[in-house]
């Protein structure tokens, strides 16, 4: 597992603080890095850099494009008794607690039947997140990389448990 460090953090802040994702590609990269983000806010080293409040808000903005456009991931449900969203984009599953549910569309995609329940997969993404947000950001530079091909090396080296 690769380190978490203060420039990683940086490069996931410009890339959520930047243009909206276009493509599964670049959705796949805002995942990875609020993913990304996620894991650094629970390290005391980056507490005072990396907000809960700032994830949940970019996790929200996130599920809100996936709610206008399906192309995005592969799917998306937000589970109303735990609380928790769930994206999958490339056979990874990114889970997110607490976002800020109350708003529109949302809300109309929460109440409707495609709002299909979805289980955990059990794969915590978090203390790989490196790793993934490495994998997103060389999808996007070389776009002939292939992405699967990388989640599955990485989910074959036993890293994903």
């Given at each position: 597992?690769?380190?978490?460090?203060?420039?990683?953090?940086?490069?996931?802040?410009?890339?959520?603080?930047?243009?909206?994702?276009?493509?599964?590609?670049?959705?796949?990269?805002?995942?990875?890095?609020?993913?990304?983000?996620?894991?650094?806010?629970?390290?005391?080293?980056?507490?005072?850099?990396?907000?809960?409040?700032?994830?949940?808000?970019?996790?929200?903005?996130?599920?809100?494009?996936?709610?206008?456009?399906?192309?995005?991931?592969?799917?998306?449900?937000?589970?109303?008794?735990?609380?928790?969203?769930?994206?999958?984009?490339?056979?990874?599953?990114?889970?997110?607690?607490?976002?800020?549910?109350?708003?529109?569309?949302?809300?109309?995609?929460?109440?409707?039947e495609e709002n299909?329940?979805?289980?955990?997969?059990?794969?915590?993404?978090?203390?790989?997140?490196?790793?993934?947000?490495?994998?997103?950001?060389?999808?996007?530079?070389?776009?002939?990389?292939?992405?699967?091909?990388?989640?599955?090396?990485?989910?074959?080296?036993?890293?994903?448990?």
């Amino acid at each position: 597992m690769s380190e978490i460090t203060l420039d990683i953090i940086q490069e996931s802040l410009d890339i959520i603080h930047g243009k909206d994702p276009q493509n599964k590609d670049e959705f796949f990269l805002n995942l990875a890095a609020v993913n990304l983000l996620n894991a650094a806010a629970k390290k005391k080293t980056f507490k005072e850099i990396v907000k809960y409040s700032h994830i949940k808000r970019q996790a929200t903005y996130l599920f809100s494009l996936w709610v206008a456009d399906r192309r995005l991931a592969d799917e998306a449900s937000y589970d109303v008794a735990d609380k928790c969203l769930y994206i999958r984009c490339y056979t990874l599953q990114f889970s997110f607690h607490y976002i800020f549910d109350k708003y529109e569309p949302i809300v109309e995609f929460i109440h409707s039947e495609e709002n299909k329940a979805t289980t955990w997969d059990g794969v915590r993404l978090q203390p790989i997140a490196t790793e993934i947000f490495n994998i997103a950001v060389d999808n996007i530079e070389n776009p002939d990389s292939k992405i699967l091909e990388n989640i599955n090396e990485i989910k074959n080296n036993g890293q994903l448990n």
